[in-house]
């Protein structure tokens, strides 16, 4: 029987061709490593038997676009239970319960809290695979034609700023912009609103903002007032309203008073 050590060798050995063919997605071949150094493992090669959970009402959830484990092990398993339910969401993530997709979500929570098992053995859910692909922003003013063509692509650089993306909404940061300047940001005590400072930031070259905003977590409201300079010196009020885009102020002396509606499918939602 081989060492714990060279179960590892042997593991690592078997996994140099996923290396060489899927370099960037290699890691999750790692995964069992650790079972190497399992304590008590047996060296019998037999798969036991499948579980059959007798009395035990089981739930089994999988997603076709599992990149972990694919759907087909669960439905194996579904399959040799006494008492299953399968729960298979078209697209979907590694774990599917708890993300907010509601229909794993009420199915599972109506299952743990008032024990109601599925009306049906097998149900599937809508999901996707991936969100619609967000470019970065441009480097410069050049493809806008206006200043208020430019502020819906200010939004979208904020919300997917990683120190923003992945901020605790509590603890009040400060960071630098692309091109120079400070983004600054914190909550209300309430946590339901998010209050923003802008000096000197560009995000993108040679427009600067110097102001505030917010962003109301409540109705979707998000607002930047600021003066601008650089290739526009303004003074501008850019208000989101769900899908509703209204820009109003002065640039170069002249009015802006513009609304429009955003497409669906190119709307950012801020987290609630």
Not at 40 to 51: E, F, K, Q, T, V
Not at 116 to 135: K, L
Request: aromatic residues 12%.
């Amino acid at each position: 029987m081989d060492t714990p050590d060279e179960k590892a060798e042997n593991y690592l050995d078997a996994a140099d061709p996923f290396e060489a063919s899927i370099p960037r997605l290699a890691s999750i071949v790692y995964g069992d490593l650790p079972c190497a150094y399992w304590p008590n493992a047996s060296s019998d090669p037999a798969r036991p038997d499948y579980l059959a959970a007798g009395g035990v009402p089981t739930l089994v959830l999988g997603a076709t676009a599992d990149p972990a484990t694919p759907v087909s092990h669960g439905i194996n398993v579904y399959q040799n239970l006494a008492d299953g339910y399968l729960i298979t969401t078209e697209g979907g993530p590694h774990v599917t319960f708890g993300y907010g997709n509601e229909c794993p979500d009420a199915l599972v929570t109506d299952f743990l809290l008032n024990d109601i098992v599925p009306a049906q053995r097998e149900t599937a859910c809508e999901g996707v695979v991936a969100d619609e692909y967000v470019p970065v922003s441009p480097r410069t003013t050049k493809p806008f034609q206006i200043p208020s063509d430019l502020l819906s692509s200010v939004e979208t650089e904020i919300y997917y700023l990683p120190e923003f993306f992945y901020w605790d909404v509590a603890t009040p940061t400060s960071v630098g912009c692309t091109y120079g300047g400070v983004f600054d940001f914190r909550t209300n005590n309430a946590g339901t609103r998010y209050i923003f400072g802008f000096d000197h930031c560009e995000y993108i070259a040679n427009f600067s903002m110097t102001g505030k905003g917010s962003y109301n977590t409540e109705n979707d409201r998000f607002v930047l007032e600021f003066k601008t300079t650089g290739r526009w010196t303004c003074n501008l009020k850019y208000v989101r309203l769900g899908e509703t885009i209204k820009v109003t102020g002065k640039c170069g002396g002249e009015s802006i008073n513009e609304a429009t509606m955003t497409q669906t499918n190119k709307i950012i939602r801020f987290r609630i």
